[in-house]
């Protein structure tokens, strides 16, 4: 229940207003128990998937004024629309670099939820 309501207040203020530019929004709800790492490695990432063509807009946020769930960690990442999503998708799956990024990232993190939301309105 806590990773809905956070999901849903996320998407509620990224879809009004930093996924406006977007048309497709996933958001990942991870646990680390070192965020600087975390930070670090989905840089790497960030660096690594921009080398392949992603158009991905790639951020990490932690809930500061959220209740209960304050400290939360979130990584939004934004696509032009539902196409290049899959394709990145595909990619990770079928590249060597991206794979043993994402290995890494398993060590410092664990995914809590993962969902994917398209933009209904500029």
């Known amino acids: 229940m806590r990773s809905k309501r956070i999901l849903t207040l996320l998407a509620t203020l990224l879809l009004g207003g930093v996924a406006a530019q977007a048309g497709t929004l996933r958001i ?48 939004s990442v934004e696509y032009p629309n539902l196409e290049a999503l899959a394709k990145d998708d595909a990619l990770m799956k079928s590249d060597a670099e991206l794979k043993r990024w994402l290995v890494g990232l398993d060590k410092v993190r664990t995914v809590v939820s993962d969902s994917v939301y398209d933009e209904l309105a500029p």
């Open 28 to 75: 990942v709800t991870v646990e680390t128990p070192d965020a600087i790492a975390y930070i670090q490695a989905v840089e790497q990432g960030r660096q690594l998937l921009k080398s392949k063509g992603s158009p991905a807009t790639i951020r990490v946020w932690r809930g500061r004024f959220a209740g209960s769930d304050a400290g939360t960690v979130i990584v």
